[in-house]
């Protein structure tokens, strides 16, 4: 409540963002086509929910999750935002604007995705018309993460298909030089015609939801525990792959335990087995990657003694 009274210009700000909000309400969605609703708001809970399935089901369900993260991370943020000096800033009209015009590019090209961009464009200049230049600077890290509340749809296949190729031809080199297991990859299919098993690593089994994942904690931890860009780069990058690693220790799962019991047990691992605990192994490795690269970047470098001081060091 202290921090709600030191805000200034909150109804000035909500009037705006219920004006903004409706207007994307009401003529959000270009494409009635294929989702007949002019929200976008329904639109992006159709692509999250991938057409209404359950949010875990779904490739893309972690954009439903990223609004909560931002408002953690801006509520984190509290008291730097507050001690601003907060006030209207008239140029951030301009951003607005610029949020305008991305809609209507996104309605002229019919690709929500666009306004879907357009739309938090615009939320962002609000920001700073309430509040300042300041707050627009203080706050464009948190707003960031907005990037990932934008649907790839078909347009993440030519990323998913290499994806899957890679995890296929990774899976059967360690299976044959490192586990012994005959198993022939034949596109995307893993197949052991000796022990009657086969496996598709189909879209779904890509690993671009949890890169996805890894690359936004990624982005995350870079921000918050680091100074300089390249340390943030470094952690940044580090998100594909671990990314890549988790998935790879899920497929080569499957493939032992059907090496083990035969195809039935492969389904049992590959459908997450007890309370889906096996679904979470991607995670596992990208986020101890994390880390465990967040300690050894923190942790202090010895300083080499200068030459003068060892050799005085050296005298008796």
């Given at each position: 409540m202290d921090c709600w009274h030191r805000l200034p210009n909150k109804g000035f700000f909500l009037l705006l963002l219920a004006a903004w909000s409706i207007l994307f309400q009401l003529v959000g969605n270009s494409t009635r086509g294929y989702i007949h609703?002019?929200?976008?708001?329904?639109?992006?809970?159709?692509?999250?929910?991938?057409?209404?399935?359950?949010?875990?089901?779904?490739?893309?369900?972690?954009?439903?999750?990223?609004?909560?993260?931002?408002?953690?991370?801006?509520?984190?943020?509290?008291?730097?935002?507050?001690?601003?000096?907060?006030?209207?800033?008239?140029?951030?009209?301009?951003?607005?604007?610029?949020?305008?015009?991305?809609?209507?590019?996104?309605?002229?090209?019919?690709?929500?995705?666009?306004?879907?961009?357009?739309?938090?464009?615009?939320?962002?200049?609000?920001?700073?018309?309430?509040?300042?230049?300041?707050?627009?600077?203080?706050?464009?890290?948190?707003?960031?993460?907005?990037?990932?509340?934008?649907?790839?749809?078909?347009?993440?296949?030519p990323v998913t298909f290499r994806l899957r190729l890679l995890v296929s031809e990774l899976v059967t080199v360690i299976a044959h030089n490192v586990l012994v297991i005959n198993v022939i990859r034949h596109g995307t299919s893993l197949i052991n015609p000796t022990e009657g098993y086969q496996y598709e690593v189909a879209a779904a089994c890509s690993g671009i939801r949890s890169m996805m994942a890894t690359l936004a904690l990624s982005v995350i931890l870079a921000f918050f525990s680091f100074r300089t860009w390249w340390k943030r780069l470094l952690v940044i990058g580090s998100a594909f792959p671990l990314a890549l690693l988790g998935n790879l220790l899920r497929m080569l799962t499957i493939v032992i335990a059907a090496e083990l019991g035969g195809q039935q047990w492969g389904n049992y691992v590959h459908d997450g087995g007890p309370l889906d605990l096996f679904s979470l192994l991607p995670y596992v490795p990208a986020f101890a990657g994390l880390l465990l690269l967040e300690h050894y970047l923190h942790r202090p470098r010895a300083i080499a003694p200068a030459p003068e001081a060892a050799s005085q060091e050296g005298t008796p």
């Open positions: 609703t002019s929200s976008l708001f329904f639109y992006l809970f159709d692509a999250f929910t991938a057409g209404g399935k359950a949010l875990l089901d779904s490739e893309e369900g972690y954009g439903m999750l990223m609004p909560l993260v931002v408002l953690g991370l801006f509520w984190m943020k509290r008291k730097e935002l507050l001690g601003l000096r907060l006030g209207v800033w008239w140029p951030g009209l301009l951003l607005l604007l610029s949020g305008v015009g991305l809609h209507l590019l996104g309605f002229l090209c019919q690709q929500p995705r666009i306004s879907v961009v357009g739309f938090f464009v615009g939320i962002y200049g609000l920001t700073g018309l309430a509040w300042g230049q300041g707050w627009l600077r203080a706050s464009f890290f948190p707003f960031f993460l907005f990037v990932f509340c934008v649907p790839l749809g078909t347009l993440a296949l």
